[in-house]
T-cell receptor, first 118, second 112 residues
Framework: GAVVSQHPSWVICKSGTSVKIECRSL??????MFWYRQFPKQSLMLMAT?????????EQGVEKDKFLINHASLTLSTLTVTSAHPEDSSFYIC??????????????FGEGSRLTVL | GNSVTQMEGPVTLSEEAFLTINCTYT??????LFWYVQYPGEGLQLLLK???ADDKGSNKGFEATYRKETTSFHLEKGSVQVSDSAVYFC???????????WGAGTKLIIKP
């Protein structure tokens, strides 16, 4: 199947700093990528839909200025957590969609990035 | 609104035991249903899916049947292996934009 790679897999930062997480589609082009956040013992929460060459679409309750998403190429989307605070500590996962023959569009996921803000 | 509920984990079984992980959903309309699996240290992978009522998805010995009457999509496997240890997520989508609504995940631990 298609491969989606995230980097870094672990990051620890001080409160007030910004952190960038990269999501790459390694063997296919992804016009659309999704960013999720997972809290402990809770389900994945969709944060935003990243569209190549245009502004991301954010879900209700997600701060656009806090979580900056850039999808500058067909193989790379980035999520920047700006002025991070301890409550931003979480597991962030990206995914990209590959259309299959029955047009249900399988999602492929990155390994996830665990952010810890001290 | 639309939601997915799956059984809490962890679920601990011995090798070769029968597995059931329950998943029920609430949706307005007719969703597509999915099971994803996350093995330790790896990204999420699609395990199986069903796009309409009474469909059965199957892969790697796992099966799940889309039951509209009970709004369920329980995951089953007849004989689990240690390598099946992972976190399993049930999910649904309502539209072609493919935005998934997720269950909380169930951690499965298989002991030799």
């Amino acid at each position: 199947g298609a491969v989606v790679s995230q980097h870094p897999s672990w990051v620890i930062c001080k409160s007030g700093t910004s952190v960038k997480i990269e999501c790459r589609s390694l063997d296919f082009q992804a016009t659309t990528m999704f960013w999720y956040r997972q809290f402990p013992k809770q389900s994945l929460m969709l944060m935003a839909t990243s569209n190549e060459g245009s502004k991301a679409t954010y879900e209700q309750g997600v701060e656009k200025d806090k979580f900056l998403i850039n999808h500058a190429s067909l193989t790379l989307s980035t999520l920047t957590v700006t002025s991070a605070h301890p409550e931003d500590s979480s597991f962030y996962i990206c995914s990209a969609r590959v259309w299959d023959r029955d047009a249900t569009g399988e999602l492929f996921f990155g390994e996830g990035s665990r952010l810890t803000v001290l | 609104g639309n939601s997915v509920t799956q059984m809490e984990g962890p679920v601990t079984l011995s090798e070769e035991a029968f597995l059931t992980i329950n998943c029920t959903y609430t949706a307005t309309g007719y969703p597509s249903l999915f099971w994803y699996v996350q093995y330790p240290g790896e990204g999420l992978q699609l395990l199986l899916k069903a796009t309409k009522a009474d469909d059965k998805g199957s892969n790697k010995g796992f099966e799940a049947t889309y039951r509209k009457e009970t709004t369920s999509f329980h995951l089953e496997k007849g004989s689990v292996q240690v390598s099946d240890s992972a976190v399993y997520f049930c999910a649904l989508t309502m539209d072609s934009n493919y935005q998934l609504i997720w269950g909380a995940g169930t951690k499965l631990i298989i002991k030799p």
